[in-house]
């Protein structure tokens, strides 16, 4: 009896017509959502809640003529800007802005740095000092504002009656920037010498030997050692400080509350008192989204200036 070859089916033959047993390959949110996406779920919603969506109401909210109150809202493009471009008062507190973050980043920078060199070689007690160094950077801002208050009190103050002489700490123009400054520089300082102290515990040992096997001093070692070692470090903390001094207002607020004579008033401040002292939330949310402009192009330069230099340590 002669077999007869079996007759292959032209849709299989051709593979155009899969097996109705094989398994479906799921789909790309099945995946996403079978490696945990549900885990992160809450936490893309609060992050859209209170994140992107102020954003982009926020943004809304520049080109209309909103108040406080929400009534009588309508759009005007771009006279919001337009006024804030021209507005003085905007200009001062964006001055007193920059002006703190000019005193207050090379300052936080060279006492980190000082600090933990400090801590780091020294013999004794290290644990102490590196609790005493970090421990104001846990107060809260409504803490440290109250006890530096005390501390500048012209008539009983700590500071006047060690220096036996009267200093207008908070009252006058002179002396009030500088005033929150300091007291801005001993709260920050903390986390910025952390940052520092673990970036010259990773410095291998042998180098300091063989440099001082070569006859180099502890400056020439710190020098030509240590300061290159962690300029990762002071380039990420500079960035750091710039954009936490621009958006500056709690110890400033706190302190001063902008006086005296608005000569501490931060654009922080100056958007808050436009929003919700003057009731006007489009003007105020315009001078917000410049302040958002300018931090982002800081950050994109801090990228650009980050790759370039990684371009240029791998030519």
Do not use: C
Request: proline share 5%; no cysteine.
């Amino acid at each position: 009896m002669t077999a007869v070859a079996p007759v292959s089916r032209p849709a299989e033959a051709a593979g155009a017509r899969p097996d109705a047993t094989e398994p479906r390959e799921p789909s790309r949110l099945s995946r996403v959502l079978q490696h945990g996406g549900w885990f992160v779920a809450p936490f893309l919603l609060l992050y859209g809640i209170f994140l992107i969506w102020p954003l982009v109401s926020g943004l809304w909210y520049s080109f209309t003529d909103t108040n406080l109150a929400g009534i009588d809202t309508d759009f005007i493009g771009l006279d919001n800007y337009r006024e804030a471009f021209r507005d003085g008062e905007m200009w001062d507190a964006f001055g007193n802005t920059l002006k703190f973050t000019a005193m207050i980043t090379p300052m936080v920078i060279l006492t980190a740095f000082l600090l933990a060199m400090l801590a780091h070689n020294i013999r004794h007690g290290k644990w102490f000092w590196r609790l005493a160094f970090f421990a104001p950077f846990l107060l809260p801002s409504a803490v440290m504002s109250d006890l530096w208050k005390w501390l500048y009190e012209p008539d009983f103050g700590l500071l006047n009656n060690t220096l036996n002489h009267r200093v207008p700490w908070l009252i006058e123009a002179d002396w009030a920037m500088f005033s929150v400054v300091l007291a801005t520089l001993w709260w920050t300082v903390g986390f910025s010498f952390l940052l520092y102290l673990a970036a010259l515990q990773s410095i291998p040992e042998h180098l300091y030997e063989a440099a001082a096997l070569d006859g180099a001093g502890p400056l020439k070692r710190m020098w030509h050692i240590t300061v290159p070692m962690v300029r990762n470090i002071t380039g990420l903390l500079v960035i750091l400080q710039i954009l936490a001094s621009l958006q500056v207002f709690d110890q400033i607020f706190l302190m001063t509350n902008g006086g005296p004579n608005g000569e501490t008033t931060p654009v922080v401040q100056y958007v808050v008192q436009q929003g919700f002292t003057g009731y006007r939330i489009g003007y105020a949310s315009a001078v917000s989204y410049i302040i958002f402009v300018l931090i982002v192009s800081v950050t994109l330069l801090r990228l650009l200036l980050a790759r370039r230099n990684r371009e240029g340590a791998t030519q």
